[in-house]
């Protein structure tokens, strides 16, 4: 596509060459073009063959993978005659690749319906079915480069939009900001009953620490931080100091290095000064440290690594008074400005030696200090952990006072970091027309109880989905504006 004539920034563009970086220095396009390509469809839909030409019909192309694995997830495929199938597709420029980035052997490539690659694909006996793209997009290349560079293309197509979205623009904002928050009252219910039961086995202050270790591990880690956070009685003994708590998590968790970098000076003192400590007790605590492999690193930004969320928690332990300070902080009258500021000053360290100043044992030193905990973090903690271990503990109290404080509290909290499964429930549920509808955490984690309950167990197609009829049936309802969390809905 030749540039507008006369238009001086187009004709600029095209001589610094933008769209060039779409493509690769043998002439090949992007990867992620093609993965653009993909998600929107810009293909002769009707001319899709696989290498050994069977018909393929895309009935959704799968929802774009950011963690890892195949590309995209979710897919509803047929190929030839068999009915269709939900599964992954993975995009590569060359058939080689498969093999090459290690996809054969990697278990997170298992469920792989389809390998869709640029240049022209020959059969292979006993592989995948394959599909080549390079005959079949619906514009030439540099159009569709010129489209990727202008348009946003990996932005969520309008097609691929929920079922639900119809049903939920009938919604008034009030109507519609109030079935999420009733969405964000079962989500809240089902962690205060996880906190009610770990309680009765554990005891309260024990199933607090299980339930901050477990927010410290998020998605990939969640389950190793749970386990390390369950053994606890077995290794927190004869440990007082910060950096003898941070030796006894490092150590337990299976997470120090085995060897020296001998590139980062500051990092081997550290790491010298762990195993000095550590050798003389990991005999003793053999039995409950963490095998390595136990923990998930892919598509982990370094803020959060697990060695630095423990050398955190290291603080928190040390403190003796973490659990004292959050019951007096849910006690204490404060504005709702002030809520997501008063806790970090809790949970926050003001300064480490060691790790305000590096990301994990094996990293360059930062430039700058920065603190272990930032307000994303924070809100996680709040609404996963401490707002829910506090409610349940008034209502074991029979304080419905306090209760109505920490429910204020959570409905009024401001919003949390959007990760992928939430910017994935909003786009499918709302669209990108009604992003104000997310003013706070609890909103959000509405959208995220709809999608586990609904879009968890649907296809990509929406097939059997009930929430458009939930939907419209809450158009006569009545709202509560926040609703209240009970305790006889256990």
């Not at 003793?284 to 892919?298: G, H, I, Q, S, V």
Request: contains cysteine.
């Amino acid at each position: 596509m030749s540039p507008p004539s006369g238009n001086f920034y187009a004709c600029w563009r095209a001589r610094l060459g933008t769209t060039n970086r779409l493509r690769d220095e043998n002439d090949l396009p992007a990867e992620r073009l093609l993965q653009a390509v993909w998600l929107h469809q810009r293909l002769k839909r009707d001319q899709l063959r696989t290498a050994d030409g069977k018909n393929v019909r895309i009935f959704h192309p799968g929802f774009a993978s950011t963690e890892g694995g195949p590309d995209f997830y979710d897919a509803v495929i047929q190929i030839g005659d068999d009915p269709p199938r939900s599964g992954d597709v993975e995009i590569d420029l060359r058939v080689s690749g498969w093999h090459a980035h290690g996809h054969d052997r990697n278990p997170n490539f298992r469920n792989v319906l389809l390998h869709v690659v640029w240049d022209d694909a020959r059969p292979v006996a006993d592989t995948l079915p394959l599909l080549s793209l390079s005959r079949v997009l619906d514009a030439p290349l540099s159009e569709l480069a010129m489209w990727f560079e202008s348009e946003s293309p990996c932005s969520f197509p309008r097609d691929l939009r929920g079922r639900c979205c119809v049903a939920l623009r009938d919604l008034d904002d009030t109507r519609l900001t109030g079935l999420l928050r009733e969405a964000a009252s079962v989500r809240f219910q089902s962690k205060t009953a996880h906190f009610r039961t770990r309680a009765r086995h554990v005891g309260w202050e024990r199933s607090l620490w299980e339930g901050l270790f477990r927010a410290l591990g998020y998605k990939q880690n969640a389950w190793p931080m749970q386990n390390l956070a369950e053994s606890h009685p077995r290794w927190a003994g004869g440990v007082d100091s910060v950096f003898d708590w941070q030796t006894r998590l490092l150590g337990v968790s299976g997470l120090l290095p085995l060897e020296l970098s001998r590139a980062q000076p500051a990092g081997d003192g550290y790491l010298r000064q762990i195993w000095d400590r550590w050798w003389r007790e990991r005999d003793e605590f053999n039995d409950c440290t963490l095998p390595r492999t136990a923990w998930k690193f892919r598509g982990l930004r370094p803020a959060n690594h697990p060695q630095r969320r423990l050398a955190l928690a290291a603080h928190w332990l040390a403190a003796g008074d973490t659990v004292q300070q959050l019951e007096h902080w849910c006690a204490t009258e404060l504005p709702d400005a002030r809520l997501l500021d008063s806790l970090r000053r809790i949970l926050d360290v003001r300064h480490d030696e060691f790790w305000s100043w590096h990301w994990t044992l094996r990293s360059a030193r930062l430039p700058k200090p920065l603190p272990l905990l930032g307000d994303a973090r924070v809100t996680d903690l709040a609404v996963n952990a401490v707002l829910p271990w506090l409610w349940t503990r008034a209502v074991a109290g029979k304080n419905r006072k306090l209760q109505r404080v920490i429910e204020r509290r959570y409905f009024t909290w401001p919003p949390a970091q959007e990760n992928s499964v939430l910017r994935l429930a909003r786009q499918r549920l709302l669209g990108s027309g009604r992003s104000h509808l997310c003013p706070g955490a609890a909103v959000q984690q509405g959208l995220m109880q709809i999608a586990h309950d609904f879009c968890g167990h649907s296809n990509a197609l929406c097939d059997h989905c009930r929430f458009p009829e939930l939907a419209s049936a809450w158009r006569t309802q009545t709202i509560t504006q926040p609703p209240s969390l009970r305790a006889d809905c256990w």
